[in-house]
Protein backbone atom coordinates (compact mmCIF):
# COMPACT_ATOMS: atom_id res chain seq x y z
CA UNK A 1 0.00 0.00 0.00
CA UNK A 2 1.38 3.45 -1.05
CA UNK A 3 0.22 5.94 1.33
CA UNK A 4 2.93 8.29 0.66
CA UNK A 5 3.44 9.08 -2.95
CA UNK A 6 5.37 11.40 -4.86
CA UNK A 7 3.66 11.51 -8.41
CA UNK A 8 6.84 12.94 -10.37
CA UNK A 9 9.12 10.72 -11.02
CA UNK A 10 12.00 14.10 -12.17
CA UNK A 11 11.72 17.53 -12.27
CA UNK A 12 14.37 19.39 -14.19
CA UNK A 13 14.47 23.68 -13.03
CA UNK A 14 17.03 26.37 -14.05
CA UNK A 15 20.04 27.68 -11.74
CA UNK A 16 18.44 30.50 -9.36
CA UNK A 17 14.71 29.68 -10.32
CA UNK A 18 11.87 27.75 -7.68
CA UNK A 19 12.11 24.17 -7.10
CA UNK A 20 8.88 22.86 -5.96
CA UNK A 21 8.66 19.34 -5.05
CA UNK A 22 5.58 17.41 -3.98
CA UNK A 23 3.95 15.11 -1.88
CA UNK A 24 0.38 13.46 -0.93
CA UNK A 25 -0.23 11.04 1.69
CA UNK A 26 -3.55 9.09 2.12
CA UNK A 27 -2.95 7.85 6.02
CA UNK A 28 -5.12 10.55 7.99
CA UNK A 29 -2.88 9.67 11.34
CA UNK A 30 0.36 11.02 9.85
CA UNK A 31 1.24 13.59 11.78
CA UNK A 32 4.94 14.06 10.74
CA UNK A 33 6.20 14.97 7.65
CA UNK A 34 10.01 14.78 6.82
CA UNK A 35 11.85 15.34 3.55
CA UNK A 36 15.37 13.54 2.78
CA UNK A 37 17.90 14.23 0.32
CA UNK A 38 19.73 11.59 -1.63
CA UNK A 39 23.04 11.79 -3.71
CA UNK A 40 23.95 8.62 -5.60
CA UNK A 41 26.13 6.20 -3.42
CA UNK A 42 24.85 8.28 -0.48
CA UNK A 43 22.15 7.05 2.21
CA UNK A 44 19.27 9.56 2.28
CA UNK A 45 20.40 12.72 4.83
CA UNK A 46 17.15 14.18 6.79
CA UNK A 47 16.86 17.86 5.39
CA UNK A 48 13.64 19.15 6.72
CA UNK A 49 10.85 18.14 8.69
CA UNK A 50 7.18 19.66 9.78
CA UNK A 51 4.59 18.71 12.49
CA UNK A 52 1.28 18.56 11.27
CA UNK A 53 0.48 21.21 13.86
CA UNK A 54 2.06 23.62 11.49
CA UNK A 55 1.05 24.65 7.90
CA UNK A 56 5.08 25.92 7.04
CA UNK A 57 8.53 25.18 8.16
CA UNK A 58 11.38 27.17 6.59
CA UNK A 59 15.26 26.55 6.52
CA UNK A 60 17.11 28.91 4.35
CA UNK A 61 16.53 27.87 1.03
CA UNK A 62 14.10 25.07 1.86
CA UNK A 63 10.56 25.82 2.60
CA UNK A 64 8.26 22.80 3.27
CA UNK A 65 4.62 23.69 3.10
CA UNK A 66 1.62 21.26 4.54
CA UNK A 67 -1.77 21.59 3.74
CA UNK A 68 -3.85 18.62 6.07
CA UNK A 69 -7.21 19.04 4.32
CA UNK A 70 -5.63 18.00 1.22
CA UNK A 71 -3.34 15.55 2.49
CA UNK A 72 -0.70 17.32 0.56
CA UNK A 73 2.81 18.52 1.38
CA UNK A 74 5.32 20.22 -0.62
CA UNK A 75 8.86 21.78 -0.57
CA UNK A 76 10.21 24.70 -1.90
CA UNK A 77 13.84 25.29 -2.79
CA UNK A 78 14.31 28.69 -3.85
CA UNK A 79 16.99 30.16 -5.09
CA UNK A 80 17.65 26.34 -6.44
CA UNK A 81 21.08 25.49 -7.06
CA UNK A 82 23.84 22.94 -9.13
CA UNK A 83 24.23 21.02 -6.13
CA UNK A 84 20.88 20.49 -5.03
CA UNK A 85 20.56 18.33 -8.28
CA UNK A 86 19.42 15.14 -6.21
CA UNK A 87 16.74 12.28 -5.63
CA UNK A 88 14.29 14.27 -2.91
CA UNK A 89 12.18 11.54 -0.84
CA UNK A 90 8.99 12.24 1.02
CA UNK A 91 8.07 10.95 4.33
CA UNK A 92 5.55 10.63 6.95
CA UNK A 93 4.60 8.71 10.34
CA UNK A 94 2.92 8.81 13.82
CA UNK A 95 5.08 10.52 15.79
CA UNK A 96 5.16 8.22 18.76
CA UNK A 97 5.10 5.38 16.18
CA UNK A 98 8.29 6.33 14.22
CA UNK A 99 8.92 2.90 13.47
CA UNK A 100 6.28 3.01 11.05
CA UNK A 101 7.95 5.91 8.89
CA UNK A 102 6.86 5.62 5.08
CA UNK A 103 8.31 6.83 2.48
CA UNK A 104 7.16 8.43 -0.80
CA UNK A 105 9.62 6.88 -4.29
CA UNK A 106 11.37 9.81 -4.33
CA UNK A 107 11.57 12.92 -6.83
CA UNK A 108 15.25 13.02 -9.12
CA UNK A 109 15.61 16.82 -9.09
CA UNK A 110 18.11 18.13 -11.73
CA UNK A 111 18.66 21.54 -11.82
CA UNK A 112 20.62 23.19 -14.37
CA UNK A 113 23.56 25.50 -14.68
CA UNK B 1 30.58 10.63 6.46
CA UNK B 2 27.40 10.12 8.26
CA UNK B 3 28.53 7.89 11.26
CA UNK B 4 26.76 5.39 10.27
CA UNK B 5 28.57 2.17 8.87
CA UNK B 6 26.99 -0.30 6.34
CA UNK B 7 29.18 -3.26 5.15
CA UNK B 8 29.92 -4.66 2.67
CA UNK B 9 28.66 -1.90 0.05
CA UNK B 10 28.27 -4.59 -2.85
CA UNK B 11 27.31 -7.71 -2.67
CA UNK B 12 26.41 -10.31 -5.56
CA UNK B 13 25.71 -14.26 -4.80
CA UNK B 14 23.36 -16.23 -6.29
CA UNK B 15 19.67 -17.61 -5.72
CA UNK B 16 19.05 -20.07 -2.70
CA UNK B 17 22.41 -18.34 -0.57
CA UNK B 18 22.16 -17.04 2.52
CA UNK B 19 24.28 -13.28 3.25
CA UNK B 20 25.03 -11.20 6.06
CA UNK B 21 24.29 -7.23 5.84
CA UNK B 22 26.40 -5.70 9.15
CA UNK B 23 25.47 -1.77 10.51
CA UNK B 24 27.32 0.11 13.18
CA UNK B 25 25.22 2.93 13.91
CA UNK B 26 26.32 6.35 14.65
CA UNK B 27 27.84 6.75 18.13
CA UNK B 28 25.66 7.01 20.82
CA UNK B 29 22.70 5.92 18.78
CA UNK B 30 20.82 3.00 20.31
CA UNK B 31 18.15 2.79 17.99
CA UNK B 32 18.62 1.07 14.60
CA UNK B 33 16.59 0.86 11.55
CA UNK B 34 16.74 -1.59 8.14
CA UNK B 35 15.40 -0.08 5.52
CA UNK B 36 15.07 -1.88 1.26
CA UNK B 37 14.98 0.15 -1.45
CA UNK B 38 14.06 -1.52 -4.82
CA UNK B 39 14.32 -0.32 -7.86
CA UNK B 40 12.17 2.79 -8.15
CA UNK B 41 10.23 1.97 -5.38
CA UNK B 42 10.65 3.82 -1.99
CA UNK B 43 12.45 3.02 1.11
CA UNK B 44 10.43 0.26 2.94
CA UNK B 45 10.71 -0.18 6.64
CA UNK B 46 11.79 -3.71 7.46
CA UNK B 47 12.59 -3.75 11.25
CA UNK B 48 13.59 -1.10 14.21
CA UNK B 49 16.01 -2.37 17.69
CA UNK B 50 16.15 -0.39 20.27
CA UNK B 51 18.99 -1.08 22.73
CA UNK B 52 19.30 -4.80 21.65
CA UNK B 53 15.20 -5.73 21.63
CA UNK B 54 12.96 -5.93 18.73
CA UNK B 55 11.04 -3.10 18.58
CA UNK B 56 8.95 -3.20 15.50
CA UNK B 57 8.64 -5.16 12.26
CA UNK B 58 7.36 -4.02 9.15
CA UNK B 59 7.38 -5.45 5.70
CA UNK B 60 10.02 -7.89 6.45
CA UNK B 61 9.93 -11.48 4.93
CA UNK B 62 9.91 -15.05 6.96
CA UNK B 63 13.54 -15.64 5.47
CA UNK B 64 15.02 -12.22 6.44
CA UNK B 65 16.33 -12.15 10.57
CA UNK B 66 17.84 -9.15 12.05
CA UNK B 67 19.15 -8.69 15.47
CA UNK B 68 21.56 -6.11 17.59
CA UNK B 69 23.84 -7.06 19.43
CA UNK B 70 25.07 -5.94 22.99
CA UNK B 71 27.32 -3.36 21.01
CA UNK B 72 24.80 -1.73 19.39
CA UNK B 73 25.59 -3.35 16.14
CA UNK B 74 22.97 -4.65 13.57
CA UNK B 75 23.15 -7.80 11.65
CA UNK B 76 20.19 -8.48 8.81
CA UNK B 77 20.16 -11.81 7.64
CA UNK B 78 18.83 -12.77 4.28
CA UNK B 79 18.63 -16.08 3.50
CA UNK B 80 17.21 -18.63 0.93
CA UNK B 81 17.69 -15.44 -1.62
CA UNK B 82 15.75 -14.59 -4.34
CA UNK B 83 16.21 -12.36 -7.70
CA UNK B 84 13.12 -10.16 -6.41
CA UNK B 85 15.69 -9.53 -3.12
CA UNK B 86 18.30 -7.43 -5.56
CA UNK B 87 18.03 -4.41 -3.64
CA UNK B 88 19.97 -1.51 -1.68
CA UNK B 89 19.77 -2.38 1.90
CA UNK B 90 20.10 0.82 4.27
CA UNK B 91 20.49 1.02 7.76
CA UNK B 92 19.79 4.06 9.61
CA UNK B 93 19.95 5.08 13.72
CA UNK B 94 19.07 7.41 15.95
CA UNK B 95 19.52 8.30 19.33
CA UNK B 96 16.12 7.76 20.81
CA UNK B 97 12.82 6.67 19.19
CA UNK B 98 11.56 10.14 18.44
CA UNK B 99 11.25 12.35 14.95
CA UNK B 100 12.79 15.68 15.76
CA UNK B 101 16.18 14.45 14.31
CA UNK B 102 15.04 12.44 12.10
CA UNK B 103 16.74 9.20 11.10
CA UNK B 104 20.48 8.96 9.99
CA UNK B 105 21.36 6.45 7.39
CA UNK B 106 24.48 4.54 6.30
CA UNK B 107 25.56 4.48 2.70
CA UNK B 108 23.72 1.05 1.96
CA UNK B 109 24.47 -2.29 0.63
CA UNK B 110 23.67 -3.05 -2.96
CA UNK B 111 22.78 -6.69 -3.14
CA UNK B 112 22.27 -8.19 -6.47
CA UNK B 113 21.26 -12.11 -6.68
CA UNK B 114 21.95 -13.31 -10.01
Known amino acids: DQQVKQNSPSLSVQEGRISILNCDYTNSMFDYFLWYKKYPAEGPTFLIS?????DKNEDGRFTVFLNKSAKHLSLHIVPSQPGDSAVYFCAAAVFYNNNDMRFGAGTRLTVKP | DSGVTQTPKHLITATGQRVTLRCSPR?????VYWYQQSLDQGLQFLIQ???????AKGNILERFSAQQFPDLHSELNLSSLELGDSALYFC?????????????FGSGTRLTVV
Open chain 1, 50 to 54: ISSIK
Open chain 2, 49 to 55: YYNGEER
Open chain 2, 27 to 31: SGDLS
Open chain 2, 92 to 104: ASSARPELSDGYT
